[in-house]
């Protein structure tokens, strides 16, 4: 594992108000590589990953992606970088159609190239002229995905990618995370500890705001066999 | 009650509409979008509106005195929207109606000190008049209700058909998921601000020949324009316009049946759909954030 980072967070702190959320997180992210949050609600998560996609401005702390600090950066700015964020609530415009989804995703980074999106989810070439509110959920979440590839992002921050999603579809999410990979690196968040053992390179576990472990070993991740962190 | 009565009030109603819609389908884009009450709509109606008189008087043509009045009122937006309005997007929206009001407040004193308070005449630009079933109508009511269906037609065009549009679109139902996508929201906001301040001028600029052109104009109308957007539903243009046809018909009609009517018809209206669909007409969920 000798490659660089491409990804840092350093002594990242965060609060809602005078309550606080995060407490000095450290963590860090190499290319193409696969690395899963794993916690139990209100842990702290979400307010990770979108303080990375500065969609949240941390109380202290730094986020360096590629040498270039992201903290004070505009979240659109952060996204144009390559580092992109997809929510866990499968929220894609509803009053929009997947190809309207599309274009947004397409004027926002000038990449009009959509065969990768339809070589990944074959299914939105069908569902095209469909408007959001019309998805399924895992119809909507190769959506979300699909605009988040374009522009062709070095990271991809995905949160609660299997919430709410039938099995099947999941198994179709863990080979999309695997060929996915190939050309960015992903930092997913979850509780579901079997797709995380199916995806993850290395796993976080995170605890009332903390990064309480960092797991390496394969057959760890594999067999769950740091549930006891949780 | 005879038939020329009711051609005459109805074509009023509708050209009344279009004044309405006008004024009103900026409050709503601003709305839908920054989830501001832009309270200084009124201020640019009104501008438009003295703009329009000023440059008419100087040059005698109402025509360049509209595109002067819409200029004028694109300048001014740009420059309260990049050094006021925009601090208060990401706070509630009483914070915007207090401020966009104050702004309203402010102009509206300047426009005194400016024009001052005696009221001024604007004439109507198109003489003439067309009979419609014996009924005569003038020329430039049948202008402002075109000119209203041409509006309507170019915004639904710009914001379904065009990419900036559909960012509106994809903003008015969440802003924050728009720039995630790499999308520059706050220059987005300026756009739809400067859109919508520029066709409340428009709002101002016709109905200067309707009626004498006064400091106060924009604070006169704001209740119909309040019930208009609401009936509607807030964010929704297809609602407005909408609305603004009820609003100018009730009103118009409810002169010639009883004039107390016209004044108190809208609200009774308003109250009855708002108990049926208390989101307004085409007000949906998403505008419950």
């Given at each position: 594992m000798g490659r660089p980072n491409m990804v840092e967070v350093r002594s990242l702190n965060a609060a809602y108000g005078q309550s606080k959320v995060l407490f000095d997180i450290e963590l860090n992210i190499k290319p193409n590589e696969r690395v899963a949050i794993v916690g139990r609600n209100g842990a702290g998560k979400t307010t990770l990953l979108k303080c990375m996609a500065s969609l949240l401005t941390p109380t202290t702390g730094s986020v360096i992606y590629e040498g270039t600090e992201l903290v004070g950066k505009r979240s659109y700015e952060v996204a144009r970088m390559g580092l992109k964020y997809i929510d866990?609530?499968?929220?894609?415009?509803?009053?929009?159609?997947v190809r309207e989804n599309l274009e947004l995703s397409s004027y926002a980074t000038g990449d009009y190239n959509w065969d990768k999106v339809f070589k990944h989810f074959p299914k939105l070439k069908i569902l095209?002229?469909?408007?959001?509110?019309?998805?399924?959920g895992g119809e909507r979440q190769m959506l979300m995905i699909g605009r988040a590839i374009l522009g062709d992002p070095k990271v991809l921050l995905i949160d609660?990618?299997?919430?709410?999603?039938?099995p099947s579809i999941v198994d179709d999410l863990v080979t999309t995370f695997h060929e996915l990979s190939k050309d960015c690196a992903i930092l997913t968040v979850g509780q579901n500890l079997s797709f995380v053992s199916r995806v993850a390179e290395r796993v976080y576990a995170m605890k009332e705001g903390k990064l309480v472990a960092e797991i390496t070993d394969e057959a760890e991740i594999k067999n769950n066999s740091y549930s006891h962190y949780l | 009650m005879n038939g020329q009565l009711i051609i005459s009030a109805i074509v009023l109603g509708l050209s009344m509409s279009g004044v309405y819609f006008l004024l009103t389908v900026g409050l709503s884009l601003c709305y839908g979008l920054m989830r501001m009450i832009s309270l200084d709509q009124f201020l640019y109606y009104a501008l438009g509106a003295y703009m329009v008189y000023t440059i008419t008087a100087a040059t005698g043509s109402f025509w360049l005195g509209a595109l002067g009045a819409m200029l004028t009122t694109l300048i001014v937006a740009f420059a309260v929207e990049r050094l006021i309005n925009k601090r208060v997007y990401s706070k509630p929206v009483m914070f915007s109606m207090i401020l966009t009001f104050g702004v309203n407040l402010m102009g509206v004193g300047l426009i005194k000190y400016i024009w001052g308070l005696t009221p001024k005449p604007v004439a109507s630009p198109i003489g003439g008049s067309l009979h419609i079933l014996g009924t005569s109508v003038p020329g430039y009511r049948l202008f402002v209700i075109l000119l209203a269906v041409a509006v309507y037609i170019a915004v639904q065009y710009f914001l379904n058909k065009t990419i900036l549009g559909t960012a509106i679109r994809a903003g008015i139902d969440d802003a924050e998921k728009v720039e995630a996508l790499g999308i520059n929201i706050s220059r987005l906001f300026t756009v739809t601000f400067i859109l919508s301040s520029v066709l409340s001028a428009l709002a101002g600029v016709i109905h200067a020949p309707f009626v004498m052109v006064s400091p106060e104009m924009g604070m006169s109308i704001t209740a119909f324009a309040f019930m208009v957007v609401i009936i509607g539903g807030l964010g929704s243009i297809k609602g407005t316009m909408v609305s603004a046809l009820i609003v100018g018909q009730v009103v118009s009609l409810g002169a010639v049946i009883w004039a107390p009517l016209a004044e108190m018809a809208p609200f009774l209206v308003m109250m009855i759909i708002l108990l049926i669909k208390p989101t307004g007409l085409y007000g949906s969920k998403l505008m419950s954030r």
């Open positions: 866990q609530d499968k929220h894609v415009f509803l009053d929009l159609t095209i002229d469909r408007k959001g509110a019309f998805l399924s609660e990618p299997t919430e709410g999603l039938a | -």
